[in-house]
């Protein structure tokens, strides 16, 4: 038990410290236009990669859950809301997965 408390406590200190130094150690604004550009788009790649190795390996067929990635994509790139393109994508996912499922 005595571990699990030490790990947790150089758990939290890690994580803390990866969210406070950055305010610690910059105390003026950032003007260089390519650093601000980079961390502009920090959280969209952050989520990204997050995010798309879940869609792919979501379901237990990758060629099911592709296809489903690539409609959802193909909504998304018209402009279509985040409601429907979830459900389309999970829509596509599952019946390319029974069809798959039942063909054979």
Avoid: H
């Avoid at 959280?43 to 690539?70: E, H, K, R």
Wanted: net charge positive; with cysteine.
């Amino acid at each position: 038990m005595k571990e699990f408390f030490i790990y947790l406590a150089i758990l939290v200190g890690s994580t803390y410290l990866v969210r406070a130094l950055p305010f610690a150690l910059m105390r003026k604004k950032i003007t260089n236009r390519f650093i601000r550009s980079f961390l502009y788009y920090i959280p969209y790649t952050v989520l990204a990669a997050m995010t798309f190795p879940g869609a792919i390996f979501a379901t237990g067929n990758i060629v099911a859950a592709s296809a489903g990635l690539a409609a959802g994509g193909i909504l998304a790139l018209q402009g279509k809301g985040l409601t429907l393109v979830a459900f389309v994508s999970c829509l596509v996912s599952l019946i390319l997965d029974l069809v798959m499922i039942y063909a054979i």
